[in-house]
């Protein structure tokens, strides 16, 4: 099986979701119902030892995909694999989860607030492993703690998770979900909540634990200049849907899709300040437009709405996904049409200055 991130060729996938869709139903003040079509048609591997990124702006569909992968929901359609072993409605369980872990967003939220490091860590060895003794429990707690660089360990099994830094304690949530002998960590923006200055130390233990310890990683992500630094490979998802994909200085060093080429220019770059207006680095809002609503997506290619290189049949039809080579692909007519070289002709904002001048489709 081949999915739109599979780099690696030497060996098998961990996890996989397969053509997977998540459709919510909801229902207003007077009983009407709608529904919310948060991912549709999405599919991704993740392999031991690399990090995949999923990038993309709020409401994109990025979380739910990680809470498919951790089988919190049930796809509405497509199907999750572990080991390229397909996982039952309702399959999924303890195995499962001490599998492939979720790494929240929130660290304080992930903790248990009147109880102690300590307990917060041991509460998950001993689900998992009930043969072993408390004292062998402790010593592994230790070495959980030095694993994602608390030292020393025993230091911080008494504390509450009050008393830790905001980066601390998304260290202990890592190291709880380490212990439990994972194969897959899906992190949920796991350092979007942390001081700045601590960023960087969160994404190189990552790192270090993908690389070192061959865990497959999921990190989600709205900034696209953090997953460059951390991950191999780049899925970037727009409404709900997976537009382009590949490694990660292909996707971001030569977008191949107008949005990919929205995330790039709108992250801080140093190389770009002096080149551009600020006119050009920061588009109008209303220009630019919101994204559109999951209840009724537009037609066709869903971010034409928005696109500055968009043509008639962007709005009639969705594109195909379009092969560019070494693993990287692109959902857009452009290429269809062999105008993909329009994409790096020139910056979004004088694409979108240059289109609010032209008739509209």
Not at 13 to 35: E, I, M, P, Q
Not at 37 to 64: C, M, N, P, Q
Not at 188 to 197: A, G, N, T
Request: glycine share 8%; hydrophobic share 35%; proline share 6%.
């Amino acid at each position: 099986m081949s999915s739109p991130t599979s780099t690696a060729t030497d060996e098998g996938t961990v996890l996989s979701a397969v053509d997977v869709s998540k459709h919510f139903v909801v229902r207003n003040a007077v009983g009407d119902s709608s529904v919310v079509r948060a991912v549709e048609h999405a599919s991704i591997d993740l392999y031991a030892g690399r990090i995949v990124a999923v990038v993309g702006e709020s409401g994109s569909g990025k979380t739910t995909l990680a809470r498919l992968l951790a089988r919190f929901y049930e796809p509405t359609e497509g199907e999750i694999r572990l080991e390229d072993v397909p996982v039952g409605k309702g399959a999924a369980g303890r195995g499962y989860h001490q599998t492939v872990q979720l790494i929240f967003q929130d660290p304080f939220g992930s903790l248990n607030p009147v109880h102690r490091v300590w307990h917060n860590l041991d509460r998950a060895l001993r689900i998992h492993d009930r043969r072993t003794g408390r004292a062998e429990r402790r010593r592994r707690a230790i070495g959980l703690l030095e694993r994602v660089s608390l030292t020393p360990g025993a230091d911080f099994l008494d504390k509450f998770p009050h008393e830790l830094s905001g980066g601390q304690r998304q260290r202990v949530v890592i190291a709880r979900a380490l212990a439990v002998a994972p194969k897959v960590l899906l992190g949920d923006e796991p350092i979007s909540m942390l001081d700045v200055s601590i960023r960087l130390e969160m994404l190189n233990l990552l790192g270090r634990l993908s690389r070192d310890e061959g865990l497959a990683m999921l990190y989600i992500t709205h900034d696209i200049a953090s997953a460059r630094y951390v991950c191999d490979d780049v899925v970037v998802m727009y409404a709900g849907q997976m537009i382009e994909g590949g490694p990660k200085e292909r996707v971001i060093g030569a977008p191949a899709h107008p949005y990919t080429k929205l995330l790039v220019e709108s992250s801080p770059d140093p190389d770009r300040v002096g080149t551009t207006s600020r006119d050009e680095q920061f588009a109008d809002a209303e220009t630019l437009g919101e994204p559109p609503s999951l209840i009724e997506p537009p037609t066709g290619c869903r971010f034409h709405p928005r696109c500055p290189f968009a043509m008639s049949r962007c709005a009639l039809q969705e594109p195909p996904r379009t092969d560019l080579g070494d693993g990287h692909w692109s959902r857009c007519w452009l290429h269809e049409e062999g105008r993909a070289d329009e994409i790096g002709a020139e910056s979004y904002s004088a694409a979108l200055a240059r289109r609010t001048t032209e008739p509209a489709l």
